[in-house]
């Protein structure tokens, strides 16, 4: 069984996040989705409304799961069972921030290799960041974000305001 894990802060989770989940579900068996803490960034939502979100965004995947980690990515790639890290590459300017990434993560688990997915060409340009500032100003994130959860968010940020 091809277990892979694919990670990120996922605040929130995005079209072009699930064009990646839905290309690597038809790569491997299972496909873990892990809610993880980037150490450079301060989450809007909280992890239990991140993995709400994926759960919804991915309830029509029968072989992806949806899990929260607090710890090293290599590290629960091992407890999953995982031969391969998943990621989605979006521009050349990812590159060298997830090679570095993919090196230390091989280094620190040599057992999980990590996988790059060429993000679709019409979300190259799409992030988490750019979203929220989107629907912080008022405008529409519809085209942006898994129908499933659209209104979620929006209601959720318009509660912040
Ligand atoms: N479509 C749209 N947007 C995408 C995307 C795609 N296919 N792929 C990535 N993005 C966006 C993300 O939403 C994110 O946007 P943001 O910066 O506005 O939040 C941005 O691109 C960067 O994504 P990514 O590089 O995947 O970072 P991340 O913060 O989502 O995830 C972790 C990083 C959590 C995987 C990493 O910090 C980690 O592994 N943490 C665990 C601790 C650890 O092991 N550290 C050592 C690592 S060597």
Redesign the pocket.
């Known amino acids: 069984m091809k277990i892979a894990i694919y ?5 929130p989770v ?1 079209l ?2 699930l ?2 989940i839905e290309r690597a579900a038809k790569m491997f068996d299972r496909l873990v989705v892990a809610v ?4 450079a ?1 301060k989450p809007l939502f909280n992890s239990e409304e991140r993995m709400g979100f994926l759960e919804k965004t991915t309830a029509h995947i029968p072989n992806v799961e949806i899990a929260g980690f607090d ?4 590290e629960y790639a091992g407890q999953c069972g995982a031969c391969a890290i998943v ?2 590459l ?1 521009a050349v300017s ?1 590159f060298e ?2 090679f570095a ?1 993919a090196l ?2 091989r280094k620190l688990n040599p057992q999980v290799d990590t996988v790059f997915l060429m ?1 679709s060409a019409q ?1 190259m340009y ?5 979203i929220k500032d989107i629907a912080q100003h008022g405008g529409s994130i519809a085209d942006f974000v898994p129908a499933a959860i659209h209104d979620d968010i929006v209601l959720r940020m318009r509660k912040d305001d």
């Open positions: 990670p990120g802060s996922f605040d995005t072009g996040h064009d990646v993880m803490h980037n150490g960034k710890g090293l990515l290599a990621k989605g979006r990812d921030y997830e990434m230390a993560n993000t979300y799409l992030s988490s960041s750019m």
